[in-house]
């Protein structure tokens, strides 16, 4: 016969596997939303107290079944919840072995030091709490802990992250000094950073030995990386793509690259949660151009009303691109879409020069201008500019034409913004058969998202025929605008994840159609 302490030795045990098991799934949640929001408190909080992103109905009835049992079965009550939490972390486990994230946690040596901080401090708890806390409530604790406990992982952990970071950010300074002859272009804006990026390397290419940050790699890190890995004595340009969310970001990573170019894309409201307001996100875009050298070359989209209404204090010379904007020194005109991509007429000192390209938007037209003025500026031949746009290749995610199952699809789902997104909506409605969009919306534009969600929704009118929203609560205001605008209730589709959304394109429209798939958001923020 089993005794009382050995009884309650093994339910303490048991209990112990649980709590585990429930501190793995919720802790890696945790850590991967965390990452998601760039390891950064401030957002990380802001999605913390937001409730729609908390989804916990499952654990809140596991909590409850606990209580419940444990009120109602005073003598039995342990043996039953011992049972009860097994099979909780069993399903849990199940569930996450089959869970396909659309961005899993990335498991980086910083992550990696994050996960041992966070065994550290949970050890240290579960000793204090199966000395104070019964053990069914200690199972329960698991459930929450891991969410919290990124704070003090975070702040622990942050002051060797920074030493780690200034140690490899100053060896990257060191080999930038020392490849004194190697031309630098730095590319910032709102939209179309990576875009234009891949459009000028391809562009270049032939003539240079290029090095381009690649990726998304555009934070101190990221550039840290590509400098100390890739980049070599025999690259003659570095084209360094340069982001920001918050203000002082641009401003330091001129100070840490140094470049002689600086090309500003576009600049509108995205990430206002951090930059707190538009002025601050153009004042710090616009630091692009005003800390160029004297002998450097600014370029600059003037189509955008916060650029060219903004008052540039540098003195270094200045070129433009347009489409609208009739006094832009490159300047794009007639312009066509097409299932081909587009085609186009560039004005330059009242010379014009065709141009054919596999790209499709008045946003990547204005990129490619950007490639161009760059390129001529560099000294290449303009029939060697105008053979390599035709040969620049479709970017991943970027309103990129694409045959799934043969089907035909836009694929725009790399982080969605106001002024991507309607040029996305120009596209759809100049194809042939029916035009469906599939979107969760846009996230990241602080108080105005909602607004600029409904704008979007409105938008849609006459230039899609059918809307697929992925996730009720996410994409309501899209729904709101879509019902102000008159747009025909019956071609309005609500899908709970993006699997059912494409289960629903397939059942309903043929390979005659035309898809949107525009945005596609992180799961910190998929609802």
């Known amino acids: 016969m089993i005794n009382d302490k050995t009884a309650e030795i093994l339910i303490i045990l048991l209990y112990l596997v649980v709590y585990l098991t429930l501190s793995f799934v919720y802790g890696k949640h945790a850590l991967q939303v965390f990452q998601q929001n760039h390891y950064e408190l401030r957002r990380y ?6 409730k729609k992103n908390l989804h916990f109905s499952v654990s809140f009835i596991y909590i409850v079944a606990v ?45 990696k030091r994050q996960i041992a901080v966070m065994i550290i401090l949970e050890a240290a708890l579960i000793l204090i709490g199966m000395r104070y806390l019964p053990a069914d409530v200690l199972g329960i604790c698991a459930i929450f802990l891991p969410y919290l406990l990124i704070y003090p992982m975070a702040l622990l952990s942050e002051p060797v992250e920074y030493l780690i970071k200034k140690y490899y950010e100053n060896d990257a300074r060191k080999i930038l000094q020392g490849h004194s002859r190697l031309i ?24 240079f030995f290029t090095l381009m940050t690649p990726a998304s790699y555009n934070t101190p890190m990221g550039i840290t990386r590509t400098v100390r890995e890739m980049l070599k004595p025999i690259h003659e340009v570095f084209i360094c793509e340069m982001g920001a969310d918050k203000a002082g970001d641009i401003t330091y990573l001129m100070d840490f690259v140094k470049p002689k170019y600086g090309i500003v894309t576009s600049i509108g409201p995205q990430h206002l949660n951090t930059f707190n307001s538009l002025e601050n996100i153009i004042h710090e875009k616009m630091q692009e151009i005003e800390m160029l050298p004297e002998d450097g070359i600014g370029f600059i989209n003037v189509d955008n009303e916060y650029i060219k209404g903004y008052q540039i204090k540098n003195t ?22 097409s299932k081909n991509g587009s085609e186009f007429t560039v004005e330059i000192d009242k010379k014009k020069y065709k141009f054919t390209t596999s790209l499709l938007g008045k946003h990547n037209i204005t990129n490619i201008l950007l490639g161009i003025a760059l390129a001529a500026e560099l000294g290449i031949d303009m029939k060697q500019i105008q053979k390599k746009v035709a040969s620049v290749r479709q970017i991943e995610h970027r309103l990129q034409l694409k045959k799934i199952n043969g089907y035909t699809f836009i694929d725009d789902a790399f982080n969605s913004n106001p002024v991507g ?15 469906v969009i599939v979107t969760p919306g846009m996230i990241d534009l ?3 998202q909602d607004e600029l969600n409904r704008e979007f929704g409105a938008y849609m009118k006459d230039r899609a025929d059918h809307v697929v929203l992925v996730g009720e609560k996410q994409t309501r205001p899209i729904l709101e605008g879509l019902k102000q605008s008159g747009f025909n209730e019956a071609g309005i589709t609500v899908c709970r994840n993006i699997n059912e959304a494409f289960d629903f394109v ?17 799961d910190a923020f998929s609802v």
């Not at 039953?80 to 069993?90: N, R, Y």
């Not at 347009?322 to 794009?332: C, F, M, R, V």
């Open 45 to 50: 909080g802001k999605w913390l107290t937001d």
């Open 67 to 111: 209580l419940c049992v444990n009120t109602l079965f005073k003598n039995y009550g342990p043996l039953f919840c011992i049972f009860l939490s097994i099979a909780f972390a069993v399903y849990l486990l199940m569930k996450e072995n089959k869970k396909v994230y659309i961005k899993d946690l990335v498991i980086t040596a910083r992550v």
């Open 184 to 207: 630098k272009v730095g590319i910032t804006g709102s939209y179309g950073k990576t875009s234009t990026k891949n459009i000028v390397t391809d562009i270049i290419s032939d003539r």
């Open 316 to 337: 270094c010379r200045i070129v433009t691109v347009g489409i609208e904007n009739k006094d832009a020194d490159y300047l794009a005109k007639n312009i066509r879409f």
């Open 421 to 435: 997104s309607g040029m996305a909506l120009d596209v759809l409605s100049m194809m042939d058969g029916k035009r």
């Open 446 to 448: 602080g108080e105005k």
């Open 506 to 522: 397939y059942r309903n429209f043929t390979v005659k159609d035309t898809i949107l798939l525009e945005n596609d958001l992180p």
